[in-house]
């Protein structure tokens, strides 16, 4: 296990409104005001969009098994915050419903708002988080400063 002690920053309420991307609109956001670490929570409903739902097998690296949803999904999910190669880095997981349909995974390259979102995100200062790439699983993942065995 590894960790990191930090304590809360800023925190910012958002409203993602209908046509705009998730994603998109959340990266820009964390560049724009300069976060570095922390989280989101977002409630609301997607249009359609694009999410992981586990790899096709259990092997690494993993090949992701992508799976497309439309035609509005009610959403709730999660996204950390962390230092990456390229600044900050949005890690988004999320469960999505339509009916009685539903499906958990990572939300990628989309997510388009259907009516609105909810945000909440929570800066995190002090934190030794960092991403780097993994030699084992080939993904870009957290690293942080201490260590417990």
């Known amino acids: ?3 990191t002690e930090g304590r809360i920053g ?8 209908h046509g705009e991307d998730l994603l998109e609109s959340l990266e820009k956001f964390v560049r724009d005001k300069g976060i ?3 989280f989101a ?3 609301g409903a997607l249009e359609g969009g694009r ?3 586990g790899p096709r097998e259990l092997v690494l690296p993993p090949d992701p098994s ?3 949803y439309h035609d509005g999904w009610e959403v709730f999910g999660y996204a950390s915050i962390t230092p990456g ?3 900050a880095h949005l890690h988004y997981h999320a469960s999505i419903g339509k009916n009685r349909e539903g499906m958990t995974g990572c939300l990628r390259e989309r997510a388009t708002v259907y009516i609105m979102v909810e945000v909440m995100i929570m800066e995190i200062l002090g934190s030794t988080v960092s991403r780097k790439k993994d030699q084992v699983t080939g993904m870009e993942l957290p690293f ?3 260590h417990v065995k």
Not at 10 to 17: K, Y
């Open 1 to 3: 296990m590894q960790y």
């Open 10 to 17: 800023r925190v910012f309420q958002l409203r993602i409104d």
């Open 36 to 38: 570095h670490c922390g």
């Open 41 to 43: 929570h977002f409630i």
């Open 51 to 53: 999410i992981v739902t």
């Open 66 to 68: 992508f799976e497309i």
């Open 85 to 87: 190669l390229k600044g």
């Open 144 to 146: 942080f400063g201490n």
